[in-house]
């Protein structure tokens, strides 16, 4: 990918960073080829950002075009909205007071530079403000009013650096540069940048660290640069150009965070934050399904009201979810009234509405991977041993907490399963899905849909392999290239 740097005027550059074009916001905002140009990366260091200034307009019409742009019009306004310079403050409260506590006087100015600092002492923080701002020339304010606080923040221009730090800024400049998420490896031109949420600590991940390295070599394969990521990168997702989710999604957690970035940022994003508020909740697809009449268990959205006739309409034994079960956890199977009145009252602690379900046992549930409106792969999960579940987590023995599997080339799937699987997961979008379901009497019911299914190595991809990999890669470029010509197509019609 391209990189440019704009300025406001080009004489004022005093750094010396090889291999990156200067250019002023003039030519940026009126030569046509800028307009153009699909695969740019721009970092915007004008003097003035504020509103429609030149260096507003920089970033503006730099995602107006779908190119990738340092700062974002996001991070340009909460420079000056005062709410969000408290919330930070308030987030990072911990390090401010660690990192200025020696400090004797009521007043701090820190610079930082590339989000760095020529005091060691202070990268940390520096580090930490330039994550949730990301503008590359930086100077925050701080206040002591019994503890430190952030008065403000704001970007600063080249001509703002004093004398005596060029020096070192000139060194933070070519090692920012020259990072691989802006300056592409000689020997591969990527085209963009992939980012994989994942989580190092997660016992039961959606995809296993062989699984992941396919990822990342179909990334790779497609023209991504493609980096792994943590929880503590949530600030970095504008950087990238999509970001694909294999961590467990939850509306409650992270992950939902991290999408909802993404797609605000403008993002190629698997899985979206619809997905993820849709599928997380067992209440929401029960009420779908019930609408569409997708065939699913015999079921009652369970609440104090009508608690006392479950036992009636299901008979026993009948299963209960908690909303935003996952992975067979927060399920439970209750063979009768005492233990239905003891596991009602957990639940109901959690969540006023609860999920109770005819119990339908069957040796195995499909899973039928669906994206893009499409079959992806096609798996039998057998019930662990001697449980009715797939999952067990209760088994003492670690070979034995998790069912068999069989990797089922498409075309030998039941029609009925297949048909019914991208009907339901058509209700929620056109991500990733996994849809589990039960064959009774050669039915399809619907049991879920997971809006982030495993693909581990060795098990889904037994039959399509590779396939399956580049299928889901090619999904999140095709989503990126939509959108920039989208972008062109705008910027042509108002021509």
């Given at each position: 990918?391209?990189?440019?740097?704009?300025?406001s005027d080009?004489?004022n550059?005093?750094?010396?960073v090889?291999?990156i074009?200067i250019v002023?916001?003039?030519?940026?905002l009126?030569?046509?080829?800028y307009?153009i140009?699909?695969?740019?990366?721009?970092?915007?260091?004008?003097?003035d950002?504020?509103?429609?200034s030149k260096?507003?307009y920089?970033?503006l019409?730099a995602?107006?075009r779908?190119?990738?742009?340092?700062?974002s019009v996001k991070?340009i306004r909460d420079?000056?909205?005062?709410?969000?310079v408290?919330i930070?403050?308030?987030d990072i409260?911990n390090?401010?007071?660690?990192?200025l506590?020696?400090?004797?006087g009521?007043?701090f100015?820190l610079?930082?530079?590339f989000?760095?600092n020529?005091?060691?002492?202070?990268l940390?923080?520096?580090?930490?403000?330039y994550?949730?701002?990301?503008?590359?020339l930086?100077?925050?304010k701080?206040?002591?009013?019994n503890?430190?606080?952030i008065?403000?923040i704001?970007?600063?221009?080249i001509?703002e650096?004093p004398?005596?730090?060029?020096?070192?800024?000139?060194?933070?400049a070519?090692?920012?540069?020259k990072k691989?998420?802006?300056?592409?490896?000689?020997?591969?031109?990527y085209?963009?940048?992939?980012?994989?949420?994942?989580?190092?600590?997660?016992?039961a991940?959606?995809?296993?660290?062989?699984?992941?390295?396919?990822?990342?070599?179909a990334?790779?394969?497609?023209?991504f640069?493609?980096?792994?990521?943590h929880?503590?990168?949530?600030?970095?997702?504008?950087e990238?150009?999509?970001?694909?989710?294999?961590?467990?999604t939850?509306?409650?957690?992270?992950?939902?965070s991290?999408?909802?970035r993404a797609q605000s940022e403008?993002?190629?994003?698997?899985?979206d934050p619809?997905s993820?508020?849709?599928?997380?909740n067992?209440?929401y697809?029960?009420e779908l399904m019930?609408?569409a009449?997708i065939?699913?268990?015999?079921t009652?959205i369970?609440?104090s009201?009508?608690?006392?006739?479950?036992?009636?309409?299901?008979?026993?034994?009948?299963?209960?979810k908690s909303p935003?079960?996952?992975?067979?956890?927060?399920?439970v199977k209750?063979?009768?009234?005492?233990?239905?009145k003891?596991?009602?009252?957990?639940?109901?602690?959690?969540?006023?509405?609860i999920?109770a379900?005819?119990?339908?046992?069957t040796?195995?549930d499909?899973?039928i991977?669906?994206l893009?409106?499409?079959v992806?792969?096609?798996?039998?999960?057998?019930m662990?041993?001697?449980?009715?579940?797939?999952y067990?987590?209760n088994?003492?023995?670690?070979?034995?907490?998790?069912?068999?599997f069989?990797?089922?080339?498409?075309?030998?799937?039941?029609?009925?399963?297949?048909?019914?699987?991208?009907r339901?997961?058509a209700?929620i979008?056109?991500?990733?899905y996994g849809v589990d379901?039960?064959e009774?009497h050669?039915?399809?019911?619907?049991i879920e849909?997971?809006d982030?299914?495993?693909?581990?190595?060795g098990?889904e991809?037994?039959v399509y392999?590779?396939?399956?990999y580049l299928?889901?890669?090619?999904?999140l470029?095709n989503?990126?290239?939509?959108?920039?010509?989208?972008a062109?197509?705008k910027?042509?019609?108002?021509?």
């Open positions: 990918m391209k990189k440019i740097i704009v300025l080009t004489k550059w005093r750094l010396h090889p291999d074009q002023s916001a003039k030519d940026y009126t030569n046509p080829d307009s140009e699909k695969n740019l990366r721009v970092f915007n260091l004008c003097n950002y504020s509103y429609q260096g507003y920089v970033s019409l995602e107006a779908g190119q990738k742009v340092i700062p991070s420079f000056k909205a005062p709410a969000v408290k930070v403050s308030d409260e390090l401010i007071q660690k990192k506590a020696k400090l004797t009521t007043k100015v610079s930082i530079y989000g760095q020529v005091s060691a002492q202070y940390e923080l520096s580090q930490e403000l994550r949730i701002f990301q503008a590359p930086l100077r925050a701080f206040i002591y009013k503890k430190w606080y008065q403000n704001r970007p600063i221009s001509s650096i004398e005596t730090h060029l020096p070192m800024v000139d060194l933070f070519k090692e920012y540069f691989n998420r802006y300056h592409s490896n000689k020997s591969k031109n085209l963009y940048d992939l980012a994989i949420l994942v989580n190092p600590t997660e016992t991940p959606p995809s296993n660290e062989k699984a992941l390295q396919h990822f990342i070599n990334g790779e394969k497609l023209g640069r493609v980096e792994l990521i929880q503590k990168d949530y600030h970095r997702v504008g990238f150009d999509a970001l694909f989710i294999r961590e467990t939850n509306v409650n957690k992270a992950t939902y991290f999408a909802r403008g993002l190629a994003v698997i899985d619809d993820i508020l849709r599928c997380s067992k209440v697809l029960q019930h609408v009449k065939p699913s268990p015999k009652i369970t609440h009201e009508n608690k006392n006739t479950i036992e009636k309409q299901l008979g026993f034994p009948l299963i209960l935003d079960s996952s992975f067979s956890q927060g399920v209750v063979k009768n009234k005492e233990e239905l003891k596991e009602l009252n957990l639940l109901f602690n959690k969540s006023d509405l999920i379900q005819e119990f339908i046992p040796p195995f499909w899973r991977g669906v893009d409106s499409k992806l792969f096609a798996c039998k999960y057998y662990a041993k001697d449980h009715w579940q797939i067990n987590w088994s003492k023995e670690k070979a034995e907490i998790s069912g068999q069989e990797s089922i080339p498409i075309e030998h799937v039941p029609h009925g399963v297949i048909k019914t699987a991208l339901v997961s209700l979008g056109n991500g990733l379901l039960k009774v050669g039915k399809a019911i619907v849909v997971n982030n299914p495993n693909i581990d190595a098990v991809d037994l392999k590779k396939k399956i299928s889901v890669i090619r999904s470029k989503r990126i290239e939509t959108r920039l010509k989208n062109q197509l910027i042509e019609k108002q021509e």
